[in-house]
């Protein structure tokens, strides 16, 4: 079956802080991975997509790393600001371009 | 055009109500997505569309949902006789066929029901 995991559940940290979202995925056949970003009561917006040849892309103060043999990823974020505040979502489509989704994290920066 | 337009952004309604909402994507995509999201939940598939044709159809859409895209561009969802535990997020999301799975992937702000 396919699906993909998150973990923490849930995270807190302090303004400026770095931090790091994990993703595990069972989904086959592989094409891409995604890390959404998601505030409250908005859409999700895409932070970064991975395929299985890059291991490591970057945007901004987001570095997402993929691990295609373990079907791992993370996302590590650097200097939290309170604007990070909100829901990360790891996703991956399968092979009828479907987005399976992750059950999030949500993390909160408080200053 | 700058992105997947959903209306209304939110819908209140009494339960055993009709509600319809629409979606209209990026105008050069020809697939068309239905989610729902319930709070603390990821997005779950509900159905998509390549052009006019409705290609599949999750489990969770009863018979109650309704999904039309007639001409290819917007889309409508329609739930009858709305449940309580219709309340959640309903987000619209579009992308290109021919291309790798998942790029040009771009969501709508969602329409939030709430069933009272």
């Known amino acids: 079956k396919n699906q993909v995991e998150q973990s923490p559940q849930s995270l807190i940290i302090l303004e400026g802080k770095n931090c790091t979202l994990q993703?595990?995925?069972?989904?086959?056949?592989?094409?891409?991975l995604r890390w959404y970003k998601q505030d409250t009561g908005r859409g999700p917006v895409s932070l970064t997509i991975?395929?299985?040849?890059?291991n490591t892309k970057s945007n901004g103060r987001y570095t997402a790393t993929l691990d295609a043999d373990t079907k791992q990823s993370s996302l590590h974020i650097t200097a939290s600001q309170l604007s990070d505040s909100a829901s990360y979502i790891c996703?991956?489509?399968?092979?009828?371009?479907?987005?399976?989704f992750g059950t999030g994290t949500r993390l909160q920066v408080f200053p | 055009d700058t992105g997947v337009s959903q209306d209304p952004r939110h819908k209140i309604t009494k339960r055993g109500q009709n509600v319809t909402f629409r979606c209209d994507p990026i105008?050069?995509?020809?697939?068309l997505y239905w989610y729902r999201q319930t709070l603390g939940q990821g997005p779950e598939f509900l159905t998509y569309?390549?052009?006019?044709?409705?290609?599949?159809k999750s489990r969770l859409l009863s018979d109650r949902f309704s999904a039309e895209r007639p001409k290819g561009s917007f889309s409508t969802l329609e739930i009858q006789r709305t449940e309580q535990g219709d309340s959640a997020m309903y987000l619209c999301?579009?992308?290109?066929?021919?291309?790798?799975?998942?790029?040009?992937?771009?969501f709508g702000s969602g329409t939030r029901l709430t069933v009272v």
């Open positions: 993703c595990n995925y069972t989904v086959s056949p592989f094409s891409n």
């Open positions: 105008s050069e995509h020809n697939r």
């Open positions: 569309f390549q052009n006019e044709a409705q290609l599949e």
């Open positions: 991975m395929t299985f040849s890059e």
């Open positions: 996703v991956v489509p399968d092979n009828t371009d479907k987005l399976i």
């Open positions: 999301a579009s992308s290109s066929s021919g291309g790798r799975a998942g790029y040009g992937y771009t």
